[in-house]
Nanobody, 125 residues
Framework: QVQLVGSGGGVVQAGGSLRLSCAAS????????MAWFRQAPGKELESVAA????????YFADSVKGRFTISRDNDKKMVVLKMNSAKPEDTDIYYC??????????????????WGQGNQGTGSS
């Protein structure tokens, strides 16, 4: 069973930066597209960012475009989300996801088969 183990998160002041990372633990598994989604209590899951298998293409939601970056290290099977210029509305539980068949940077949760346990990111004013 593929597990995604996350680290990072916490409280960041408005305008500050926060780093979230997530790595696949299964040695035999090769993560293809990787992505971050977020969800606040009582709200729908929202796509944040995604990165293609080789890292050549990325996707960002309009709400984070120009502020967040996404990167990956395929040797470590890791994806990193850097939240810059944080805002209070960035407060959510952030979930990393990885795909078993999708290679492109997709913003749809239907394209991902495995989810992490969630990282708390809080933007404080």
């Amino acid at each position: 069973q593929v597990q995604l183990v996350g680290s990072g998160g916490g409280v960041v002041q408005a305008g500050g930066s926060l780093r979230l990372s997530c790595a696949a633990s299964e040695r035999s598994f090769t993560p293809l597209a990787m992505a971050w989604f977020r969800q606040a209590p009582g709200k729908e899951l929202e796509s944040v960012a995604a990165i293609s298998w080789m890292g050549s293409n990325t996707y960002f939601a309009d709400s984070v475009k120009g502020r967040f970056t996404i990167s990956r290290d395929n040797d470590k099977k890791m994806v990193v989300l850097k939240m810059n210029s944080a805002k209070p509305e960035d407060t959510d539980i952030y979930y990393c996801e990885t795909a078993q068949t999708t290679k492109n940077a997709s913003g749809s949760s239907r394209d991902y088969e495995y989810w992490g346990q969630g990282n708390q990111g809080t933007g404080s004013s």
